[in-house]
């Protein structure tokens, strides 16, 4: 139900708010406004977005939990359809995602509403635990020289 409310109050928001601003400074001006945003927001979606890709690679070479990085370049992506619909209300949405502080403060609160227990790729299955720092595992392992090969790939070693 709450999609229902999303759907109907957002464009009255943004008719109310084209209205006030409208009859403030003219219609002009209020169309350059909205063309203006969009421009001025597409070019920091794409600046930030390039930065959120060269973040995630940065995750996946280290080898590190690439949920954030994820997570903010959807937020990115969000903000430029956002800074894309025409509008005071969306941009202002659209514009506040661009700004990374308040993307992690988004961040926190879905982190307290989502909980991912394990995740799988491929045959490999990663499972969070928590430990504390202190905490040691032993173990072996053992390389093999000679591993089965499917086929080549760009990422095996010929």
């Known amino acids: ?12 928001i943004e008719i109310a ?5 409208g009859g ?21 979606v794409r600046s930030q977005g390039a930065q959120a890709m060269a973040n995630l690679r ?11 990085p994820l997570a903010h370049g959807a937020m990115i992506l ?7 619909t025409p509008g005071f209300f969306t941009d202002a949405l659209g514009f506040a995602l661009l700004v990374p502080g308040f993307r992690n403060l988004v961040l926190r609160e879905l982190r307290k509403r989502i909980k991912v ?4 790729a491929g045959q490999q ?6 430990q504390s720092p202190d ?9 093999d020289e000679n591993p089965p090969r499917n086929g080549p790939s760009g990422w095996t070693r010929h």
């Open 1 to 12: 139900m709450w999609l229902f409310f999303l759907f109907i109050g957002v464009p009255l």
């Open 17 to 21: 708010l084209f209205i006030q601003v």
């Open 24 to 44: 403030l400074i003219g219609l002009w001006p209020t169309l350059g406004i909205v063309v203006l945003t969009a421009v001025l927001g597409s070019m920091l």
């Open 58 to 68: 940065t995750s996946f070479n280290d080898l590190n939990d690439p949920t954030e």
């Open 78 to 84: 969000f903000s430029g359809a956002l800074l894309l």
């Open 117 to 120: 227990e394990s995740v799988v």
């Open 125 to 130: 299955q990663w499972t969070q635990t928590r």
């Open 135 to 143: 905490v040691i595992i032993e173990g072996d392992y053992e390389v």
